[in-house]
Structures are given as structure tokens and as C-alpha cells.
């Protein structure tokens, strides 16, 4: 057998932990992040929370800390090409940033209202899946398939009806139906769509990034032993220890036999807006709300004992540069977070500037690409920073994600907002007559003579999402 010698070039993408943390800080809510800070004070001791806005010497000292971790490397260590050189901190924008935080010229000019504990009502599951259903860009015949499938989706999360009794009843093709189910099992929460537990639980290990051979292996086959905790039938069968299988169990049992009961609740949510928009003069302007966000600073004893010299020996200088590179990048992604937070907002403002105007009927239709296009970042970060943030508006408050819907056409020929529609069939329904309630296709009629062309099957869907009964419950006879 002749040996070879062979070069391959390939790109591989390798998610540091860094980046790993900035993008959990990126789709945190502000109460998960406010939570998550606190976490970090307490376990890093490089990390201190700022009593005001950083003064300009604790600015300039986390800025020497940073460096001093730069230059405490060995000569050695400093001619290998080491990972970590790229955890470089901006540091001239950290400082300008916190200098001058973004006010868009709101600061000194007028006072922002600071509304703590702001009802916003919770979101239900299918308006959560409906909305991907918008943003995934799925062809006409697919999103009317997901439509039926939706609303045959209970509280659990499970898809309890037969499929070919939803392609009877909705007229949609079967295999339609199947096919675009297998999209839905894509969507967040993990699990969706499944039509029984195995379904359920084998979806979700489709979702992890590990190797999930034997994972998949055991959910498939062995659901019976699972549920007796039968571990030593499982590992005979296998072929493994049973100390192996008692470890994929664990896996197992930590996965959400019901992903639908995370949209189900009757409380009362309490919100604090994370971005304001006023309106001064013919302008609107943003202004982040960084009220109840610890400030964040590197401490000074630790910065004077890395560059005094004064550890006690390695081990302890290696803890504390890694604890000081920590502290750094949970700095940086906050920063990032925020402005990114910002570019966002500012960019629907752009975009959506007659809703800041007269209201939510003159929404506009807009997805994830045009924000993202126009800020130069990708949709999966537009994504992540729209949901679970909310933003101060004149009209009120709401989440960054309400302002992305899909078009509804017109007789003018321009696009309407599907939720300026919902906004529509609500007042219809709110005007008519209780003893003579408005049927879908009456709806559908009175909608077509202001030129918006709508279908039966949708109006019924928008006054699902609404919790409008259908006419037939809604009439009253005295």
C-alpha cells in the first residue's frame, strides 16, 4: 500500500465560550440578565458593582487591568498564536460608551419616565408559533398548513388529532401536512408538534448538538424499561454499562414531556421597558433604560496585586488573570448587548415611524431580514434581541418582536400589517350587533369593501389568536 501525503482546506465555525456568553446575554430578558450580573459579583472577585455611572479613573483602571493580563505572559507564551489574543476588549468604545451613554440627545433635555412593574399580557403558544411561521418564510400552501396544525395543537404542546382527519376537515393535502409538521418540530420550545411522548422526546434530542446516537436509540426502543427505570434490561440490550445508561436517562428525564405548559399561566406579568422612544419636535429619539442594571467595574486591589507583583505564587496569578479576563468579557457583552438593543430599536422606529405616529393600525408589514439588512447583522440576532425585550412607546408599551408581521394585500395594491387586520376585526366585532354577531364571512365581506382581501379560514385565526368566540357563542338573545 503506497503512503500519501495530502493537505485539506476546510472552514470549520467554533463558538469560544465568550461568544458562547454573549449571545446568552444577547436574548436574556432584563430581568434574566439583572440576575445574571448579580450571579457574577458575587462568584468573581475582580468584579465590583459602581455605586454611579464609572468615573473616569475606574474607567482608566480597568483599562490598565486589561493590559496588565496582555503583558504578564511569558515571552515564550507570547510567540505562540494563543486563542485568547482575540478576547481583546474595545476598550476606546467601552469608555465612550459609558462616558456618553446613548441618549440620542435626550440627556439634560428631558426627563424619562421610569415606569416600573408595567402590566403586558403573556403570550400564548400559538401566537409564539404563528409568529415563527411569519419569520421562517414558509411558501402560501405551507403556512396554511401550518395554520390547521397549529390550532390543533393543545396546551401540552402535542398535535392529539389524527392528521388525516385535519387534512379532511381544513382541505389540505396530507402529505402537505406531514411534511410541514416536520418544519413545526424545527420550532422553539423543542418538542412542539409531537404527536405522542416518544415523538416528543425524540424531536428534542434532535435539537442537541452533541452525538445523540444512543440517546435516540434508547427513546426509540426502550420507553417501556425508561418508565420502570429499568436500567440493568436497557444496558443489556445495549451493550453498555449500566452506569452509561443511568447518565442518557438523566439526559432524558431533564427534557419537558409537556413544551406547551411554558405558555400557560393566568398570572399577571410585570414588565420594566429596556428602551424608551420620545418624540421631541419632528423626531423620535431612543434612550436606553439603565435603571436597576448593575454598573460594572474591575476592582482595584486585585489590579494593584497583578501589577505589584504581590501573589503568591502562579497559581494564584493564573486565577486571577482568569478571572479578570472573565470579568472583562461579561463587560464587553453587556455593552454589545445594549448597543445592540439600540441599533435595533432605532432601526424599527425607521421603519415603522406612522405606528409612533397614529397607533398599531398603521403597522406596516416587516420581517427579521429588513432590520437586519439595514443594521448589517444577522436575523438570528435580530431575533434573539427582539424577544423578551420591550421598548416605551407614546402608544404604549410592547415587545420589540410585535413589530415584525407578515403583509396582508389591498385593493391599492400595498401590503397591510396582519396585526393592524386583528386590530380591524376587532373593532368589527366589538361594533356589531350582539343579537345578530358577525360570522367569519361576514367579517371577511365587510373587510373586502375597505379593500383589504383577507380569507375565511384567516379572519377565523385572527379571532382565535384574539380569544374572539365564533358568532354562533357570541350571540345573545336578550
Known sequence: MALRQTMNLSQSLVITPQ??????????????????????????????????????????????????????????????????????????????????????????SEEIMNYENVITASQTLHDHLYWQVKMNGFSEEEERAADALIGAIDDDGYIKVPLEQIAEEEKVDLALLEDTLTLIHEFDPPGVGAR????????????????????????????????????????????????????????????DPKPGRAFVSSDTHYVTPDVYVYKVGDDYVVSLNEDGLPRLKISNFYKNMLKGGKTTGDKTQDYIQEKLRSAVWLIKSIHQRQRTIYKVTESIVKHQREFFEKGSEHLKPMVLRDIANDIGMHESTVSRVTTAKYVHTPQGIYELKYFFNSGISSSDGDSLASESVKIKIKDLVAKEDP????????????????????????VAKYRDVLKILPSSQRKKYF
Not at 33 to 38: D, G, H, I, K, T
Not at 96 to 108: D, F
Request: net charge negative; charged share 35%; with cysteine.
Open 435 to 458: 343579537k345578530n354577531p358577525l360570522s367569519d364571512q361576514k367579517i371577511v365581506d365587510l373587510l373586502k369593501v375597505e379593500g383589504i382581501q383577507i380569507a375565511r379560514r384567516t
Open 196 to 255: 405522542d411522548l416518544q415523538e416528543c422526546l425524540l424531536i428534542q434530542a434532535k435539537h442537541m448538538e452533541e452525538d445523540t446516537h444512543d440517546l435516540v436509540t434508547l427513546i426509540k426502543n426502550h420507553v417501556k424499561d425508561l418508565e420502570k427505570k429499568n436500567y440493568e434490561a436497557i444496558a443489556k440490550a445495549l451493550n453498555r454499562d449500566v452506569e452509561d445508561i443511568v447518565e442518557i436517562c438523566k439526559i432524558i428525564y431533564a427534557m
Open 19 to 108: 461568544l458562547q456568553q454573549a449571545i446568552k446575554l444577547l436574548q436574556m430578558s432584563r430581568m434574566e440578565l439583572e440576575s445574571a450580573v448579580r450571579s457574577e459579583l458575587e462568584e468573581n472577585p475582580i468584579l465590583e458593582e459602581a455605586e454611579s455611572a464609572l468615573k473616569e479613573e475606574d474607567l482608566q483602571r480597568t483599562k490598565e487591568a486589561a493590559n496588565e493580563v496582555e503583558h504578564s505572559e511569558t515571552p515564550d507564551q507570547q510567540n505562540i498564536q494563543d486563542p485568547q489574543k482575540q478576547d481583546e476588549f474595545e476598550w476606546e468604545s467601552y469608555i465612550e460608551a459609558n462616558q456618553k451613554p446613548p441618549q440620542s440627545g435626550m440627556a439634560g
